[in-house]
């Protein structure tokens, strides 16, 4: 079907009222567009390509929320660029969180092979946790949430959070000095 087609009025309806066809032809309307802006905040392919879709979720999610003020491409953008904005600000609390953990471990242990590592090195190996791990390592090391805010966040004790944060801490550097060695 061609995008061409169809305005953005009625790709707007479609949307609103859940029609997939309308979603699909919406990106594909402004996907490559958009795409270009990620690329420009984005690191890399992969997180222009993340950032773009979780725009779009949010594109679709809050589609009732447009006032059609001003055009529904500037609408997209705005969200586009405030998610790739939000992805940049926890990529540097994550960057940050590492390197105030590093610099403890330096005042503690000797110099180790650690100091050589690249903070995407370990944002790698960060991605290799456990999923329990990593989403309450994440809660609490990125998004600043409190344990107790985290159990209630995810259904699990205080405890298990605490537990898991521990975890994913141990787990994580056991595989950063695989890495150094």
Known sequence: MKVELYSDEELLTGCIK?????????????????????LSYASDR????????????????NIRNYKSEGS????????????????????TRLQNYISDK??????VEDTSAIEILQTQDILNQVAKLPDGARV????????????????EKLEITE????????????????????LSV
């Open 72 to 91: 529904l491409e500037g609408w997209i953008r705005r969200i586009i660029v405030n998610t790739a904005l939000d992805h940049l600000r926890q990529k």
């Open 18 to 38: 859940n029609k997939r066809l309308s979603q699909e032809l919406l990106y594909r309307k402004y996907a490559k567009k958009m795409y270009g802006i990620c």
């Open 136 to 151: 309450v390592f994440n809660l609490y090391a990125l998004e600043g949430y409190t344990h107790r805010e985290i159990a």
């Open 159 to 178: 405890g298990t959070s605490k537990s898991q944060f521990n975890r994913a801490r141990k787990l994580l550097m056991d595989m950063l000095n695989k």
């Open 102 to 107: 590093v610099e403890k471990i330096r005042e």
């Open 46 to 61: 992969d997180m222009a390509q993340d950032i773009l879709q979780e725009s779009f979720i949010k594109v679709f999610k």
